[in-house]
Protein backbone atom coordinates (compact mmCIF):
# COMPACT_ATOMS: atom_id res chain seq x y z
CA UNK A 1 0.00 0.00 0.00
CA UNK A 2 2.75 2.43 0.70
CA UNK A 3 4.25 2.24 -2.81
CA UNK A 4 0.85 2.37 -4.25
CA UNK A 5 0.02 5.63 -2.30
CA UNK A 6 3.87 6.64 -2.33
CA UNK A 7 5.08 9.77 -4.96
CA UNK A 8 7.84 8.95 -8.11
CA UNK A 9 9.84 11.50 -9.28
CA UNK A 10 8.38 12.96 -12.85
CA UNK A 11 9.96 12.00 -16.30
CA UNK A 12 12.21 14.51 -18.41
CA UNK A 13 10.36 17.37 -19.43
CA UNK A 14 11.26 16.16 -23.27
CA UNK A 15 9.45 12.94 -22.47
CA UNK A 16 6.38 14.55 -21.60
CA UNK A 17 6.40 16.19 -24.89
CA UNK A 18 6.91 13.41 -27.04
CA UNK A 19 4.28 11.52 -25.40
CA UNK A 20 1.48 14.76 -25.92
CA UNK A 21 2.81 14.26 -29.30
CA UNK A 22 2.17 10.75 -29.84
CA UNK A 23 -1.02 10.96 -28.20
CA UNK A 24 -2.27 13.79 -30.47
CA UNK A 25 -1.24 11.70 -33.68
CA UNK A 26 -3.55 9.21 -32.53
CA UNK A 27 -6.49 11.84 -32.12
CA UNK A 28 -5.62 13.60 -35.01
CA UNK A 29 -5.03 10.82 -37.74
CA UNK A 30 -8.62 9.02 -38.50
CA UNK A 31 -6.39 5.53 -39.21
CA UNK A 32 -5.48 5.58 -35.84
CA UNK A 33 -8.10 7.22 -34.27
CA UNK A 34 -10.46 4.94 -34.93
CA UNK A 35 -9.08 1.84 -33.45
CA UNK A 36 -7.75 4.12 -30.58
CA UNK A 37 -11.58 5.32 -29.76
CA UNK A 38 -12.25 2.04 -28.12
CA UNK A 39 -10.47 3.78 -25.09
CA UNK A 40 -12.65 6.99 -25.13
CA UNK A 41 -15.76 4.91 -25.49
CA UNK A 42 -14.93 3.26 -22.86
CA UNK A 43 -14.49 6.09 -20.31
CA UNK A 44 -17.71 7.41 -22.00
CA UNK A 45 -19.95 4.65 -20.96
CA UNK A 46 -17.93 4.42 -17.68
CA UNK A 47 -18.70 7.89 -17.14
CA UNK A 48 -22.82 7.16 -17.84
CA UNK A 49 -22.52 4.08 -15.46
CA UNK A 50 -20.71 5.86 -12.42
CA UNK A 51 -22.99 8.75 -12.35
CA UNK A 52 -26.27 6.27 -13.07
CA UNK A 53 -25.11 4.60 -9.87
CA UNK A 54 -24.33 7.33 -7.96
CA UNK A 55 -27.98 8.78 -8.54
CA UNK A 56 -29.05 5.93 -7.31
CA UNK A 57 -30.30 4.12 -10.20
CA UNK A 58 -29.79 0.94 -10.94
CA UNK A 59 -27.36 -0.37 -13.82
CA UNK A 60 -28.44 -3.22 -16.11
CA UNK A 61 -25.72 -3.53 -18.98
CA UNK A 62 -22.93 -1.17 -20.43
CA UNK A 63 -22.43 -2.74 -23.82
CA UNK A 64 -19.50 -1.33 -26.19
CA UNK A 65 -19.29 -2.05 -30.11
CA UNK A 66 -16.78 -2.80 -32.82
CA UNK A 67 -17.94 0.86 -34.43
CA UNK A 68 -16.66 2.80 -31.19
CA UNK A 69 -20.24 3.38 -30.13
CA UNK A 70 -21.65 2.31 -26.84
CA UNK A 71 -24.50 1.94 -24.66
CA UNK A 72 -25.50 1.94 -21.15
CA UNK A 73 -28.89 0.77 -19.80
CA UNK A 74 -29.80 1.50 -16.40
CA UNK A 75 -33.55 1.13 -14.63
CA UNK A 76 -35.27 4.78 -12.57
CA UNK A 77 -37.39 7.25 -13.36
CA UNK A 78 -37.54 8.35 -16.51
CA UNK A 79 -37.39 12.18 -15.99
CA UNK A 80 -35.57 13.98 -12.82
CA UNK A 81 -31.98 15.16 -12.12
CA UNK A 82 -30.88 11.51 -11.92
CA UNK A 83 -31.49 10.56 -15.30
CA UNK A 84 -30.55 14.48 -16.81
CA UNK A 85 -26.96 13.86 -14.69
CA UNK A 86 -26.83 10.27 -16.03
CA UNK A 87 -27.01 11.03 -19.85
CA UNK A 88 -24.59 14.22 -19.62
CA UNK A 89 -22.17 12.34 -17.95
CA UNK A 90 -20.87 10.56 -21.02
CA UNK A 91 -18.85 13.02 -23.07
CA UNK A 92 -17.52 14.99 -19.79
CA UNK A 93 -16.03 11.37 -18.86
CA UNK A 94 -12.90 11.09 -20.66
CA UNK A 95 -11.66 14.31 -20.29
CA UNK A 96 -12.37 14.79 -16.42
CA UNK A 97 -10.61 11.24 -16.05
CA UNK A 98 -7.67 12.83 -18.04
CA UNK A 99 -8.33 15.97 -15.63
CA UNK A 100 -8.10 13.48 -12.68
CA UNK A 101 -5.27 11.88 -14.03
CA UNK A 102 -3.40 14.80 -14.62
CA UNK A 103 -3.96 16.19 -11.18
CA UNK A 104 -2.14 13.01 -10.06
CA UNK A 105 1.01 12.41 -12.47
CA UNK A 106 1.12 16.41 -11.26
CA UNK A 107 2.16 15.54 -7.90
CA UNK A 108 4.11 12.46 -8.33
CA UNK A 109 1.11 10.02 -8.12
CA UNK A 110 2.11 7.52 -10.50
CA UNK A 111 1.53 3.97 -9.25
CA UNK A 112 -1.71 5.12 -8.05
CA UNK A 113 -3.08 6.25 -11.27
CA UNK A 114 -2.22 3.13 -12.65
CA UNK A 115 -3.82 1.00 -9.88
CA UNK A 116 -7.05 2.94 -10.20
CA UNK A 117 -7.43 2.65 -13.58
CA UNK A 118 -7.16 -0.89 -13.29
CA UNK A 119 -9.78 -0.84 -10.56
CA UNK A 120 -12.01 1.26 -12.40
CA UNK A 121 -12.01 -1.18 -15.36
CA UNK A 122 -12.44 -4.23 -13.18
CA UNK A 123 -15.50 -2.49 -11.44
CA UNK A 124 -16.56 -1.85 -15.27
CA UNK A 125 -16.25 -5.05 -16.49
CA UNK A 126 -18.98 -6.77 -13.91
CA UNK A 127 -21.38 -4.54 -15.54
CA UNK A 128 -20.35 -5.07 -19.58
CA UNK A 129 -23.19 -7.83 -21.12
CA UNK A 130 -21.31 -7.87 -24.79
CA UNK A 131 -18.18 -10.16 -26.29
CA UNK A 132 -16.84 -7.22 -27.64
CA UNK A 133 -16.94 -5.09 -24.76
CA UNK A 134 -15.27 -7.99 -22.48
CA UNK A 135 -12.55 -8.44 -24.58
CA UNK A 136 -12.13 -4.54 -24.84
CA UNK A 137 -12.17 -3.66 -21.13
CA UNK A 138 -10.08 -6.97 -20.14
CA UNK A 139 -7.14 -5.93 -22.88
CA UNK A 140 -7.26 -2.66 -21.66
CA UNK A 141 -7.02 -3.59 -18.29
CA UNK A 142 -4.24 -5.89 -18.73
CA UNK A 143 -2.10 -3.46 -20.49
CA UNK A 144 -2.53 -1.63 -17.08
CA UNK A 145 -1.77 -4.57 -15.47
CA UNK A 146 0.81 -5.81 -16.59
CA UNK A 147 2.55 -1.96 -16.81
CA UNK A 148 2.21 -1.77 -13.20
CA UNK A 149 3.12 -5.41 -12.66
CA UNK A 150 6.25 -6.11 -14.59
CA UNK A 151 7.84 -2.34 -15.36
CA UNK A 152 9.85 -0.27 -13.51
CA UNK A 153 9.49 3.56 -12.47
CA UNK A 154 10.66 4.79 -16.26
CA UNK A 155 8.21 2.74 -18.12
CA UNK A 156 5.42 2.98 -15.77
CA UNK A 157 5.61 6.91 -15.60
CA UNK A 158 5.87 6.82 -19.84
CA UNK A 159 2.71 4.54 -20.17
CA UNK A 160 0.87 7.37 -17.94
CA UNK A 161 1.69 10.04 -19.32
CA UNK A 162 0.50 8.69 -22.56
CA UNK A 163 -2.73 7.49 -21.50
CA UNK A 164 -3.73 10.80 -19.48
CA UNK A 165 -2.63 13.13 -22.72
CA UNK A 166 -4.73 10.77 -24.80
CA UNK A 167 -7.56 10.78 -22.33
CA UNK A 168 -7.24 15.25 -22.79
CA UNK A 169 -7.07 14.74 -26.36
CA UNK A 170 -9.24 12.35 -27.12
CA UNK A 171 -11.70 13.86 -25.08
CA UNK A 172 -12.05 16.66 -26.72
CA UNK A 173 -13.09 15.13 -30.54
CA UNK A 174 -16.36 13.44 -29.90
CA UNK A 175 -17.86 16.46 -29.40
CA UNK A 176 -17.01 17.68 -32.75
CA UNK A 177 -17.87 14.24 -34.32
CA UNK A 178 -21.39 14.57 -33.34
CA UNK A 179 -21.93 18.00 -33.86
CA UNK A 180 -20.79 17.04 -37.77
CA UNK A 181 -23.17 14.02 -37.80
CA UNK A 182 -25.95 16.37 -36.09
CA UNK A 183 -25.34 19.24 -38.79
CA UNK A 184 -25.77 16.28 -41.69
CA UNK A 185 -29.35 14.85 -39.90
CA UNK A 186 -27.03 12.28 -37.86
CA UNK A 187 -27.28 10.84 -34.87
CA UNK A 188 -30.98 11.51 -33.65
CA UNK A 189 -30.98 9.74 -30.34
CA UNK A 190 -27.80 11.36 -29.33
CA UNK A 191 -26.89 12.15 -25.47
CA UNK A 192 -27.43 15.78 -26.58
CA UNK A 193 -30.62 15.78 -28.07
CA UNK A 194 -31.85 12.77 -24.94
CA UNK A 195 -30.86 15.89 -22.81
CA UNK A 196 -32.98 18.42 -25.01
CA UNK A 197 -35.68 16.11 -24.81
CA UNK A 198 -35.69 15.99 -21.12
CA UNK A 199 -34.71 19.52 -20.34
CA UNK A 200 -36.12 21.57 -23.24
CA UNK A 201 -32.68 22.86 -23.62
CA UNK A 202 -31.95 22.97 -26.74
CA UNK A 203 -29.23 20.05 -28.12
CA UNK A 204 -26.67 22.96 -29.36
CA UNK A 205 -26.57 23.89 -25.54
CA UNK A 206 -25.77 20.81 -24.44
CA UNK A 207 -23.25 20.48 -27.40
CA UNK A 208 -21.67 23.89 -25.78
CA UNK A 209 -21.24 22.32 -22.45
CA UNK A 210 -19.90 19.05 -23.89
CA UNK A 211 -17.32 21.19 -25.52
CA UNK A 212 -16.37 23.40 -22.60
CA UNK A 213 -16.04 20.65 -20.48
CA UNK A 214 -13.50 18.60 -22.75
CA UNK A 215 -11.78 22.31 -23.67
CA UNK A 216 -10.99 23.33 -19.90
CA UNK A 217 -9.79 20.13 -18.73
CA UNK A 218 -6.88 19.94 -21.52
CA UNK A 219 -6.13 23.20 -20.89
CA UNK A 220 -6.12 22.68 -16.52
CA UNK A 221 -4.66 18.97 -17.69
CA UNK A 222 -2.07 20.96 -19.81
CA UNK A 223 -1.06 23.07 -16.54
CA UNK A 224 -1.00 19.97 -14.47
CA UNK A 225 1.33 17.75 -16.88
CA UNK A 226 3.40 20.76 -18.69
CA UNK A 227 4.18 22.29 -14.94
CA UNK A 228 2.94 26.14 -15.94
Known amino acids: MTEILGTQPA ?10 ACALALVAFRTLWLP ?14 LVALATGRRLEA ?3 H ?7 VSRGRP ?5 VLTLAAGYPAAPLLGLGGAALLGTGHVTLLLW ?17 GILSVVLTGAAFLLVSWLTGPDVQSVFAYAVVWFL ?7 AFELQAKRRHGGAPD ?17 LLFFHTVSICCLIGGCRWLLRF
Not at 36 to 49: C, F, K, S, Y
Not at 79 to 83: E, H, K, L, P, S
Open 66 to 72: SDTSGLT
Open 190 to 206: SDADQLADLTHVPAAVW
Open 79 to 83: TGVGV
Open 36 to 49: ARNAITIAHEGGHG
Open 62 to 64: IRL
Open 116 to 132: AATALLLAMLVMVRNAY
Open 168 to 174: LLGGVRP
Open 11 to 20: PDQWIVYVTA
